[in-house]
């Protein structure tokens, strides 16, 4: 556990310092969108297709991805965001 927050910390200062959205900030924002998308008992298909429409609204909104990570509660509640949930 400890391992994986060194990690994460590593790649949210590299790509901090970067200001881009690199693979590896996409890989991440995406991996933990559908992480918590499966954990509200949604499939992996619907999970993916979301996530990845999120990931395009928050690339949109804040090219720095740094930034997009500060503002993530604001962008949580934006109607572009909120169109990314799948239909039931």
Known sequence: MKKLLVLIAS???FTACENTWDGEARDMFV???INSAKKKNMSEAYAQAM????L???MDMYPNFSKAM???DKVMNDTSFLKCEPAH
């Open 51 to 54: 996530c990845d429409c999120r």
């Open 70 to 72: 500060e503002n993530l």
């Open 31 to 33: 991996q933990g969108c």
């Open 56 to 58: 395009e609204v928050m």
């Open 11 to 13: 790649i949210m200062v």
